[in-house]
């Protein structure tokens, strides 16, 4: 087509050049694949908004763009910077400071162009952002016997993800205990409980669920759910078991 | 050699200041336009456009998404929303049609680092010289596509400076600017236009989108060339200029058809003769039908 006089590139030079970029952006690639590795165990105090997919389908599918952060009403989201220890544009907040304010209508989710907020979600009840922790039993001032109640208080869903069960008061021998309990099929993990605690630095902290939650064996099986799903004891009543009498006395 | 001091004189006694300048002006008006509409939502609660140049909303209804961005993310295993889609095709269309690398002189917020560097450059009379190759980018640019595949995130992003600055400035820089203070180091004492030039992978995505532009730069008068050579001391990819300025007895045709141009028109102000011009394939005697060859 053009009669412009081309340089000839060699097979050896050929050969030289591509080994040359090769191996210079499997260095580079090797140290970000190293980076990529550790931006998936950040810090477990960053919490994701609702409706993040799991951590490394978020990091896949988030674009960094801030419009969830630019969508939400209360200025809780941030994102991630540089040198930060989560990934880098990835938008987070701090339960301690800016928890969740649960938006009925959601609206970082409906701002996320990719659906790296799920898109499925529809009630903000449904998101799990984490889950509340009751961590520091020595210091929350419930466990001592003291009423303080502030994280069961301020629960949006209140005796529902954060209940107070009553317990003997070991200490004083007459008195009662309230504990805070909270249950992981309705906690939101908005971080409501984790602001409002009265201490220093919280008893009360909301982690991501992978962190808090512990799982039973896949075969084993709680006895008492068993019985009523059977609708009567799956062994006999009364066990007969061998007498067993030591040899002298019989 | 040429005291690069002299660069644009020539031009601006003979055509004035403004009509040596009226690119670079209209480009500084376009990129600092963008800034401040991204700027005004967050700063005064104007809502233009949202979120940043990753991706935003125009209007509440218009989608942008970077396509460089778009395909990091389905490499890594995503499959994104219609949204982010149909904000990546106009992107795509619209930089198709003015021009890939329209986005790194046009628009990214890192041009105003690099060009400042290249002027400092300029104006220490730094030596011009090869130091690295500018092929890196390509290599940069498949390593950027390939290691999703392998970490399942987008690694590249974690350190990427061009969506870390734009994003900087609109949501927070953090310690970010060490790395833009090393980019203007880089320029600047390192390897002149380092980073557009030669490294950044997503200037080299966006030159692959270069290939359907109607909009390219021509030399239109070349024959008038007084061999001053002001326009490759101003232009950030030198080398893709030689063939349609000097090209004529090789038959090469006047339209500067390498996809690494940014259309940025620096050489159409210092040129004193007025040997360029911005073209579009619809006007008939510059059209890309008779231009020289895609290197």
């Known amino acids: ?250 | 050699m040429k005291n690069n001091q002299s660069l644009g004189t020539a031009a601006i006694s003979k055509k004035g200041w403004l009509l040596a300048n009226r690119f670079l002006i209209l480009r500084r008006i376009v990129q600092v336009t963008i800034l401040t509409l991204f700027l005004l939502g967050p700063l005064a609660g104007i809502w233009i456009i949202k979120g940043n140049l990753s991706s935003s909303l125009l209007l509440g209804v218009v989608p942008f998404t970077d396509p460089f961005m778009l395909f990091q993310s389905m490499a890594s295993g995503h499959l994104p929303l219609f949204q982010a889609f149909l904000g990546a095709l106009i992107v795509v269309l619209f930089y198709g049609l003015v021009g890939g690398r329209v986005f790194c002189s046009w628009v990214c917020p890192v041009n105003l680092l690099t060009d400042a560097a290249a002027w400092c450059r300029r104006k220490l009379n730094l030596r011009k010289e090869k130091v690295i190759s500018r092929q890196w980018r390509y290599w940069i640019l498949a390593m950027v596509m390939i290691l999703p595949l392998f970490t399942g995130v987008m690694s590249w992003e974690l350190v990427n400076p061009v969506s870390a600055f734009n994003r900087g400035l609109f949501f927070g820089m953090g310690l970010g600017w060490v790395l833009f203070l090393m980019i203007f180091l880089f320029d600047l004492l390192a390897v002149e236009n380092g980073w557009c030039g030669h490294l950044c992978p997503m200037g080299a995505f966006y030159s692959l989108i270069n290939r359907t532009s109607l909009m390219k730069v021509s030399a239109v008068k070349r024959d008038k060339c007084t061999d001053c050579s002001d326009c490759f001391d101003v232009c950030p990819e030198p080398a893709i200029l030689k063939g349609p300025v000097y090209g004529k007895k090789h038959e090469i045709g006047p339209l500067v058809k390498d996809l690494t141009c940014t259309n940025c028109g620096r050489c159409v102000d210092v040129c004193a003769e007025n040997v360029f011009q911005i073209t579009t394939v619809l006007s008939g005697k510059n059209s890309l039908a008779k231009g020289g060859e895609i290197k």
Request: glycine share 8%; charged share 25%.
């Open chain 1, 1 to 250: 087509m053009s009669k412009r006089p081309q340089r000839k590139v060699t097979r050896r030079q050929f050969l030289v050049n591509a080994s040359k970029g090769a191996c210079g952006v499997g260095f580079m690639g090797l140290g970000l694949a190293g980076y990529s590795n550790q931006s998936q165990s950040f810090n477990p105090q960053m919490l994701r908004p609702p409706g993040a997919l799991a951590e490394l389908d978020f990091q896949s599918a988030c674009i960094r763009c801030g419009l969830c952060v630019e969508a939400c009403p209360y200025d809780m989201l941030k994102l991630g910077r540089l040198f930060q220890p989560i990934a880098t544009g990835t938008p987070y907040f701090l339960a301690r400071t800016d928890p969740c304010e649960m938006c009925e209508d959601i609206p970082c989710k409906a701002a996320c162009p990719t659906g790296a907020l799920d898109p499925e979600l529809n009630n903000i009840d449904d998101a799990r952002m984490g889950l509340a922790v009751l961590i520091d039993q020595e210091n929350c001032l419930n466990f001592q016997g003291l009423r303080c109640d502030v994280c069961y208080r301020v629960c949006p869903l209140i005796d529902d993800a954060i209940t107070l069960e009553m317990h003997r008061n070991q200490r004083t021998g007459h008195h009662a205990v309230f504990i805070p309990t909270v249950h992981s099929y309705v906690c939101t993990g908005c971080g409501k409980c984790e602001e409002a605690c009265v201490l220093e630095k919280a008893a009360i902290k909301v982690l991501p669920i992978e962190l808090a939650k512990g799982e039973l064996g896949k075969h084993y099986r709680w006895g008492w759910e068993e019985k009523e799903k059977a609708g009567s004891s799956l062994i006999d009543e009364v066990l007969d078991l061998p007498d067993r009498v030591p040899e002298v006395l019989k």
